[in-house]
């Protein structure tokens, strides 16, 4: 049996770009949940896995598949359905799993004969040998896997190419911030990895630069960050010479130890998510952690950054709470060395939708275009990359406005100062 598991275009990853600047070869990252389907699959079905932002396959021009795997974050699902439709019209079934079916099944199941739902290692062989026998159901929910019986993600099967290699050693975070569909769709436990499965699934990476895709690696209470120490141990002593980032949240200021030993082990840079700098957008996103017991935000990036670990800082701009200069308060207090916008970008999921605040008559979701909700709400379809004036000049002006004010502030100080 022939299996096809494919990762859609995403037009702000591609590679096609990579030619206009170096650094757009560091914006294609590996597709880690079809690697890891691809690491669930029983050894008879031949499994290729394509990634359309290495260039587009030409699908008619191989053996067809008996079915094929699509995956989708909700920038990618237009493509999806497109990839999805190719394959239909030449009798393919189609599966669909990811974070935009988890979110949207009821859309996608317009698009594919099937959908899975959550995380795909509870049902996955189910769905294999549904297919095998033809009776393909229209949904399966994945459910949460334990991660102690997880298969370590197939690296083999992705060309090189790519600035990281990428790998997953826990799920979930238990502090569910509005925006963010983590915790509804990994659950609010932290679920770890055997460290030892960790360890031997590194090895098979090829890449020396890897991207620690765990949606926070330290964890926020006493016992993550043992773990997160004990792994940090097992990188060091299984010398694996491997360079990573990863994903933290900003107690990870607070433990020398962990500092020390994250450097020791490799790590050369932490994204973490500020959110906002002030108070009230903090409580707007539900994310009073980052000031929590009084912290000083500043002097914490300052301690990770003593270590000589760069740290990333993501802001939303565009809260509510947000007034005139957020842009300068944004560039100037956290004292980060890059900074990542998602300018008025709230993405428009279901669990935000849930929200009371939302204004759910603002027409529909758009698929494949994660333009933030205050800006559909006015009736406008921008494409996501709104720091793009060009579309800000076409939104209406409470939003210019707001972004007009931000983002020069924000931007000046980070180009000017290089620190980008
Ligand atoms: C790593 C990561 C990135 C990386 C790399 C992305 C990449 N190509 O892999 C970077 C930093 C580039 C990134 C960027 C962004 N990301 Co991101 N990212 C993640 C993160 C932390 C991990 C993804 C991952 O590798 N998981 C590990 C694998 C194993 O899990 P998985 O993919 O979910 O796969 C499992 C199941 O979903 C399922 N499955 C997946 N595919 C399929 C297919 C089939 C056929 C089946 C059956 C099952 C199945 O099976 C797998 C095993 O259980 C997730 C959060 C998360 N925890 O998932 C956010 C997440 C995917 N990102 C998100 C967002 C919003 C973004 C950005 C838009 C942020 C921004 N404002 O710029 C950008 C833009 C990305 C883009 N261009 O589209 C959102 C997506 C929401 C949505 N509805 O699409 C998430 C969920 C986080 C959040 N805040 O809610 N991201
Ligand atoms: S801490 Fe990060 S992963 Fe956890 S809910 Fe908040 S934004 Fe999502």
Redesign the pocket.
Known sequence: MRLH?I?PF?P??SMSHAKQSRWHRY?V??????L??AGLTPPDWEVTVFDENFGMPNYAAGPAPDLV???A????ANRAYEVAAEFRSRGVSV?????????RPDEALQHVDSV?T????SV?AT?LEDARHGRLQRTYA?GY?DMAQAKP?RHDLLTKGYAFG?I?TT?GCPLNCS????SA??GKRYRHRPIDDVIRELRTVREKLV?I???NLIGIGAAHVERAKELMRAMIRAKLGKKWIC?VTINMADDEELLALAVKAGCKGV?IGFESPTNEGLAEVGKEFNVSKGRDLRASVRRIQRHKIGVMG?FIMGLDTDTPGIGRRIAHEPRVQYV?F?PG?I?P?PRLQDRPTLDNTAGSFIPGN?SGWRLRRAGLACN?DLLNLHVLQRSPPCCVDRFKHALPGCSFRLIAESHI
């Not at 974050?73 to 990618?76: A, Y």
């Open positions: 598991l990762n995403n702000l990853v914006r990252w590996k597709p880690l949940g079809l890891t389907l795997g699509v995956t974050f909700t920038s990618q599966v669909m799993g990811g974070i935009h079916a988890t979110v899975v959550g995380e795909a290692e996955w769905v994945g896997a993600a990428a997953q799920r925006f963010c569909s983590v769709m990994n991207l895709v765990d949606d994903q994204f993501s990542s998602a970008i993405k999921i994660s996501s």
